[in-house]
């Protein structure tokens, strides 16, 4: 896109950050996100509200989701980012977003998603997800989300932050990182 462009002015006059949280299951994106979400005074959206009912039951079954599952989710997350922008409201969403086509999808024409990669190793992963109770996700399908995961790139554009800290080390690294305030902003 050309300098100039609507997209950049609009996003140069002050729209506001929707910081999209992605990582596999057990990377800590509800709770990074909602902490981020809660330190900035910020909306905030879960991934796995957006989940139709059959893909849940699935998971829940220790069935991994197809592309094909996965498509009305993230439609329906990128409605919900539309919405914020529409409104012109800061926000933080989660999602998996394992694959670069996913992450694309959720970018296309919204120039105000800043996306953020929650690293982990298979190993810190498992350990967590175990410790994890009331989670429709069973942990024995942490190896089909590694063997979809498409790491992001350098030229992304993703910020790619290790989850080996405390949840408030995270998100401190996400506000610096995104050179977001550490309190609340008013858009």
Not at 92 to 105: C, G, I, N, P, W
Request: proline share 9%; hydrophobic share 35%.
């Amino acid at each position: 896109m050309s300098a100039g462009s609507g997209e950049e002015e609009s996003n140069e006059r002050g729209n506001p950050p929707i910081i999209l949280i992605t990582g596999v299951s057990g990377s800590g994106k509800t709770t990074v996100g909602s902490m981020l979400a809660g330190r900035l005074g910020w909306r905030y959206a879960e991934a796995d509200d957006f989940h139709p009912r059959c893909n849940v039951e699935k998971m829940a079954a220790g069935h991994p989701l197809t592309d094909s599952d996965r498509k009305p989710w993230l439609e329906a997350i990128g409605r919900w980012i539309d919405e914020q922008r529409a409104a012109h409201r800061p926000a933080v969403v989660t999602s998996s977003a394992l694959k670069r086509a996913y992450r694309d999808m959720l970018r296309q024409g919204r120039p105000e998603v800043r996306p953020v990669f929650l690293d982990g190793s298979p190993e810190l992963i498992a350990n967590r997800l175990v410790r994890r109770h009331g989670h429709f996700f069973a942990p024995s399908m942490l190896d089909s989300q590694f063997a979809d995961l498409e790491p992001p790139t350098p030229g992304e554009g993703v910020f790619t932050v290790p989850v080996r800290g405390t949840p408030a080390e995270v998100v401190d690294t996400i506000l610096d990182g995104l050179q977001l305030p550490a309190e609340p902003l008013e858009y």
